[in-house]
């Protein structure tokens, strides 16, 4: 299985980013999907996962997250993006590749996103 990211880059402060996260492979169900992000010291927080709604408290309000099952796809829009929010963004996927199987995490490569003036 497979993850890959896009969507990062450099934005103003109070600008705005949606990072695409697409799985692909051997996959039988998903069962959440969510994005993670990492700055460099410090721990890797959850950002936002679903289902469920879950979401950082930094960033409830102004981030939302949106799934494509179809597509096997999970979107992170991002608003009214602050310096703090400058990180590496990590998609994860708790996946099945067979009805009989377990779940396991997959990884994206993770995507940069700065945001400076």
């Known amino acids: 299985v497979l993850l890959v990211e896009s969507g990062g880059g450099l934005v103003q402060p109070g600008g705005s980013l949606r990072l695409p996260c697409t799985a692909s492979?051997?996959?039988?169900?998903?069962?959440?999907m969510g994005w993670y992000r990492q700055v460099p010291g410090k721990q890797c927080e959850l950002v936002a996962q679903a289902p469920g709604g879950i979401y950082l408290d930094s960033v409830q309000g102004r981030f939302s997250n949106s799934s494509d099952d179809a597509k096997n796809a999970t979107y992170l829009q991002m608003n009214a993006l602050t310096v703090e929010d400058t990180a590496v963004y990590y998609c994860?996927?708790?996946?099945?590749?067979?009805?009989?199987?377990?779940?396991?995490?997959?990884w994206g490569q993770g995507t940069q996103v700065t945001v400076s003036s």
């Open positions: 492979g051997p996959i039988f169900s998903i069962v959440l």
């Open positions: 994860s996927g708790l996946i099945k590749t067979g009805h009989f199987e377990g779940a396991n995490t997959y």
